[in-house]
């Protein structure tokens, strides 16, 4: 039944040999990687505008310039990044960048940043189209939280269902917002040289006054602003953890793809930047109306068709912008679990080729947070811009440390040339998303960003605790060199309640082991019952010796074990074999109707060292079990 | 754990040989036994009352002929049922006497009445007491149910310390009740003869016109009323089911036992009766105040300590006529288990020696009794007449029956006319109880009797179906003449992932087994994995074959079921034995970090027939496993 409702979500399983099939080409890899970098851009320049209008008018005019910084940052990050996906083509992003070039403790930090971010991405993505769909239809504002979960649940789906399916299904919305963006700035530009630009919906709010300006106050709101600006960055590593999804030649297709972004970032954010200062547009703190909001509506006109349809593509891309976080996490933990930080089955492609637990795991872990946090996207917003720069700054270090080993490698003058060029990008964007993982830190932290790096710290013990397990277990279990080694003698003990089929299939299947010593067991809860086993027992002529245990207390199994505790230390060289039959129950209420305590019995004798379980089981209700009855049989007695 | 807090709650287990030290003396067999009539007689006469009123006055000067005709009614049953005691001393009241004179239908019909009937009991009587607690503390009304439910778990906890211990628990408030009662009546006396006794709370109110009197309405009235006062002999049969409880010579004790309740029935019956005509109590529909509270108020004065007294008494022996199920229901489930037409596990005795799994079962049948009706008191009072009188009914008529075989052996002449005056007790009895049975039925039918007797329905085809099913069973797995016959060869599987010490294990034994045919079987999931098994393997130098299956799926049930139908399809006459190791885990949190494959594995192959299925346990953090790297071992290859 439940493989039905399975079959009919997920579609029919795929075979292991058409994981070819799944890889993505170019253009679908962009709604499938880049969809949360493209909607942060939408809302990047927003938050610039809001941090600098704390100085006043005289602030706001440093808008263009904090957008460039921006702008030159993400050239710079993209640059990197490159470079990451030609040197790792096996994909894994900060993680395996850091572990091969920091350390072990280096890697779990960018690891445990990274998994915290992507659930974030998802909380943060899905609640913020879910906010600007309930400010559009206030009916559904009670009901936000159910809202967003089921968005959260859709995206599981898609995803489940296949990379290039989820691609396919949401590279619509994708390049619908693009190009949405592009004939907003088109018609933007011709209507502003025209004269026909009215200016932004709050570009009369009066701001604060401009407080004292110079010195320190300015620098640091200048660097506020530009840490906030630097939310268009997300999501830019999440390619260089897939290069694996790309199809071949997959570093070269990753790169340019990245590349492209890149391009489409720096163009929708510049002009989304240029014409929310030309028409004077204004942040407000709760968000509504935001900066682009008012762009269209100036743009495209306030209540116009093409002003409702940007409303909507907009909800769409920051609903999808989780996207990005589905297919970075599963991939990453695949890799975590293969390295053996995270429990191995994160490591196992599902019917569908794809990383399932993952998929599975991230979105029970996102709709918590949006559960526990009641879809409130003020305190979720200020969490997760940690976990990327956290991972952008070791990244980059790592690859710094990268090029320099292969600097010693000796290489020729020209390549020498490539690779410092190369080195001193990395380290130039090392240095300044440094400074940015400090600035955020240090603004960010009273919002309750400490509870992102509370969240980061369990993650790293958490990840180093399962691997140190792993790693304990495969030595303890590691063979050594001695041969296969046979047991000194087995002693195999049936435990019979009666004379039934199953208690003679037992029996007959112990004897046809040839073991060492064999003998009967039984407990004697009833009188009677014992008396009338012994009797059927020599009216059956059976050779096997019946012993019967005493059962005071009408406890099946303390008896038992103190029989085999008997007999190991009788011979501590046996191993002890105990034959269990058993009913097998098709219908559920068989089960109530038969005693359960051959399930006890064996879960406490697996906990036995010296002992091994054999079930034989008898099926009730299959009319042919072959063995036993018929007359194609050896018989012996 | 849970064992800990199992010993606090119930006590040390009791061995088997203890049983006899269980056993009840008279004294503590009335609170154990007999609450519940005697809880009965204290609400019979209101019952009475309540239904004469609609008859005006004239109807209610008939209260005393009504009294009169339940008290001769409770005579004869209590003598029916000493018969039943002395014929019949294992125990097992109607069903037993139905079974053996009436045929499996009768018995069925009695047992699933009185197994209705204890729930009922239980629920109405708790529920009754609860009513009583909270119009005296309204405050505690709205936690009716919760309070219900709780003294359900407090009964049976005193029961599931043992028989005695209920015995002892409740003998205070049981005697204590009769006590007062016999005390209200000297009281009453007195000051009846001294002139001082006022009437009661609700003799002036006025009651409805005397109607059309005679004939047909006069004659249904009366009957009504006497079926209504038939409450008081609710509880009668329990002793009967519980002989094996009492002491040596059992029947005897038990059948004094029944007299001397049916005595003390009687006299507080008579004498609750003619006070409540001396001083004109009326009953309410609703129950208050209730006619005995209203004889108590007389008596002891209104507001006096004793009074309260009283009124505590009484509720408590209303809690506690829910005993006499507690202690009637485990042994008849007891039985029932025992013939097969209830699960067996209802047949053993627990730790102290009681059915434990009766009393679990009944506690939980009458909280959700409570719960479902949310302790809406008379919803439920109308449900458990038609059970006691059913099993009446049947039980006499079956004693008949019993009679008339035994005046078939040929007794001598002063025998006979002892068995015949037997017989006409019993027959008198089953007659009056099966017209009582017919008035019950007609009416209290549209007050939702049909609800228990749609209960008892399905409780007769549900023991019938369940007597079947163990009957087929039997059938099926009783062993025929042939002797024990071997399998024709034993193919054994040993199911490797990795190569390390469990697997080592696993084919160790495998080989010591000495099958016909021996090869370690592993699954392709991830090639990486099995070319490094290969290796391993050949490093080794396990002379064991490998043999690998291709899982194109990654799915590992499939390839190995389609691998094990081949070998049962080429070789019909061998048992296919599956080696499995697996890791035994203590701390649940490594459940999460090794894969389960090995239990769904496990338990697809109990399913499929021919197979039997080997646990080779590995437990993970013990350091002494013994066998397998001891030196003590023989060695081979």
Known sequence: MFEVVKRLLVGRPLRSARLGETLLPKRLALPVFCSDPISSVAYATEQIVLALAAGGVAALRLTPWVGVAVAALLIVVVTSYRQTCYAYPNGGGAFVVSRDNLGESA????????????????????????????????????????????????LALANLRG?????????????GFIGLTLLMFLIGAIRGLGGTLPPAETAAQPLPPTTAFGGIFTLLLLLRAFASGCTA?????????????????????????????????????GGITALAVTLHAHANPDGNPSVISQIAGSVFGAGSPLFYLYQAATAAILVLAANTAFNGFPVLASILGRNRYLPRQLHNRGDRLVFSNGILLLAAAAAALIIGFDAN??????????????????????MVK???????????????????????????????????L???????????????????????????????????????????????????????????????????????????TRPDVLEALTLATDDEETRELRRTWEQHEITVPLKVLEAPYRDLLRPLLDYIRRLRRDQPRAVIAVYIPEYVTTRWWQTLLHNQSALRIKARLLFTPGVIVINVPYQLGVASQGWLGNDQLRTTR
């Not at 570093?251 to 492209?260: I, K, M, W, Y």
């Open 402 to 436: 990268h090029w320099h080993r292969e600097l010693a490698t000796g290489p020729d003058p020209r390549q020498r040339r490539r690779i410092r060029r190369a080195q001193a990008t990395n380290l130039v964007g090392a240095l300044v998303t440094a400074v940015v």
């Open 233 to 269: 960055l997300t999501g830019v590593e999440a390619i260089s953890n897939g290069v694996p999804a790309f199809r071949k030649p997959k570093s070269r297709n990753a790169a340019l793809t990245l590349s492209a972004m890149g391009a489409i970032a720096i163009v929708m954010f």
């Open 377 to 398: 996207i003020d305190k979720l917003i200020q969490l997760y811009i940690l976990g990327v720069f956290t991972s952008f700054t070791l990244s980059q270090f790592g």
């Open 163 to 175: 990379t290039k399916e989820s691609g396919r299904v949401f590279a619509v919305p994708t390049y």
């Open 107 to 154: 890697a779990l930090v960018a690891a445990s940043a990274l998994l915290v971010d992507y659930v974030m991405t998802v909380a943060v993505s899905i609640v913020s189209g879910v906010v600007a769909i309930t400010s559009a239809l206030r009916s559904l504002a009670p009901h936000a939280v159910a809202l967003s979960v089921a968005f959260v649940l859709v």
């Open 438 to 512: 400090v600035v955020v830190f240090a603004t960010k932290i009273e919002h309750g960003a400490w509870l992102a790096v509370a969240a980061m710290i369990v993650l790293f013990f958490l990840m180093r605790a399962i691997n140190r397990y792993y790693a304990r277990v495969s030595a303890e279990v590691a063979p050594d060199q001695t041969p296969l080694t046979l047991p000194a003698s087995v002693h195999a003990v049936v435990l019979i309640s009666r004379l039934h089929k199953p208690a003679l299939r037992a029996l007959a299947f112990a004897k046809a």
